[in-house]
């Protein structure tokens, strides 16, 4: 149940960040501002994020856990709130850069906080049933509110979003236990929180959070114009953009729930496992896309790329992606130590942020420069240099790798705000 609300805290902050991508008719129609405009209100979001997290993670790093959660949760309902009764988009902007410096926090915290709820070998479950969360925003949260959107208004989706928040919280103070952190010990806070470069965690740390910019910097960069892709250089109707969608999406929770399954079993085998089928999934879809494009027969209702093929190709680029940021986040919770844990957990955070906001940008200039075609020749480069970092973090000494936790098997136990010995 404690790691239920957790995701569930994900699913509404998630569905919130992404909320004005369905909006866009009614916002753009009632404030009086422009598609671009309204876009504006996802990258402000995002950018807050990665401005925010950090510095409010370190400021921050002394308030108990469960206390933080539910001030962030708070700041962010009044932020949803807010929007829900801007009364004109530039009160509607503040209330994004609000919620977002609130989510970016929420989603530093939450991580470390599931790890201290389970044992060690457990921590890679913990992280996906967290991480689910996302996975359901993207398949269901934000189509329900673009759906309740359509139907009552744009402001009650925001509404109900804050309306959501609340539950949460107050289900989190009669349910969640509280943890101990090692920022509360101005020894560890002293190592890491204020000089995190003596922390020996530190180099296998930045080195996963630079993979992720490259992992997440290639799949944003494909993914954020993959309808046009699909029906313009695969050759697709319009029509089938929804469904092809719909099964990305699933696939995605499938691969949730396998990292979730395996990354306890295989906890470094499996990320370059799953990052090798993405970059070939990726590699596959360019063949074909270069191969339609050369023939010169692209747009709906082309016949020169093999439907099924784009399809399990994409289906397999998903499935193995979706795993692909729980093992991020629980690798994440091994290699750092447990006084970088909560700062590092803030600079995975801003590198998921980056990576989303540079891909969406740099696939922009793809398009500009060459051609839809091109896009997954890009991601997949960028994805094999991730792929290639993560290979060379599994060469070094398996000391540097796993990182130092005073003493290996020790985890934080919730129930007595101690540390313990795991069994």
Excluded at 209 to 224: D, I, N, P, W
Aim: with cysteine.
């Amino acid at each position: 149940m404690p790691l239920l609300l957790l995701s569930a805290g994900i699913f509404v902050a998630v569905t919130s960040e992404f909320l004005p991508i369905g909006l866009l008719p009614q916002l753009r129609d009632e404030l009086g501002v422009s598609e671009a405009q309204v876009g504006l209100l996802v990258t402000v979001f995002a950018a807050s994020v990665v401005v925010a997290t950090a510095p409010l993670t370190h400021l921050t790093r002394r308030v108990p856990r469960k206390t933080l959660l539910l001030v962030l949760l708070g700041v962010f309902a009044l932020a949803n709130l807010v929007a829900a009764l801007a009364p004109g988009y530039a009160v509607l902007v503040v209330a994004r850069v609000v919620g977002g410096a609130a989510h970016g926090v929420f989603w530093a915290v939450v991580t470390p906080y599931a790890a201290r709820l389970v044992p060690p070998e457990r921590l890679a479950r913990a992280v996906a049933v967290v991480a689910a969360g996302a996975t359901v925003a993207t398949v269901a949260g934000v189509p329900l509110g673009t759906l309740l959107g359509a139907a009552v208004g744009w402001r009650a989706s925001f509404a109900l979003i804050a309306g959501l928040v609340v539950v949460i919280a107050l289900a989190i103070v009669a349910v969640l236990p509280p943890v101990a952190h090692a920022a509360t010990d101005p020894a560890t806070d002293a190592a890491a929180g204020t000089r995190p470069r003596r922390d020996p965690t530190l180099a296998p740390v930045l080195l996963l959070c630079a993979t992720v910019v490259l992992v997440t910097l290639g799949h944003s960069a494909f993914y954020t114009y993959i309808a046009a892709w699909v029906i313009d250089v695969a050759g697709f109707e319009a029509g089938a953009v929804a469904p092809v969608l719909l099964a990305f999406g699933a696939a995605g929770a499938a691969g949730v729930a396998l990292a979730g399954v395996l990354g306890d079993r295989y906890p470094r085998a499996l990320l370059p496992i799953m990052l090798a089928g993405v970059v070939a999934a990726v590699a596959g879809l360019a063949v074909i896309g270069l191969g339609a494009s050369s023939l010169g027969a692209n747009g709906p209702g082309a016949a020169s790329a093999d439907p099924v093929a784009v399809v399990v190709l994409i289906v397999a680029w998903s499935a193995f992606l979706g795993g692909v940021p729980v093992i991020f986040q629980a690798r994440l919770l091994q290699l750092a130590s447990p006084a970088l844990r909560d700062i590092g957990a803030a600079w995975i955070t801003v590198a998921f942020n980056v990576g989303i906001g540079g891909g969406a940008l740099l696939g922009g200039v793809v398009l500009e420069v060459w051609s839809l075609a091109a896009l997954p020749v890009v991601a997949g480069a960028l994805l094999g240099a991730g792929l290639v970092l993560v290979v060379v973090a599994l060469r070094r000494p398996a000391e540097l790798v796993e990182g130092h936790h005073d003493g290996d098997d020790a985890v934080d136990d919730p129930r007595h705000g101690e540390r313990r010995q795991a069994g």
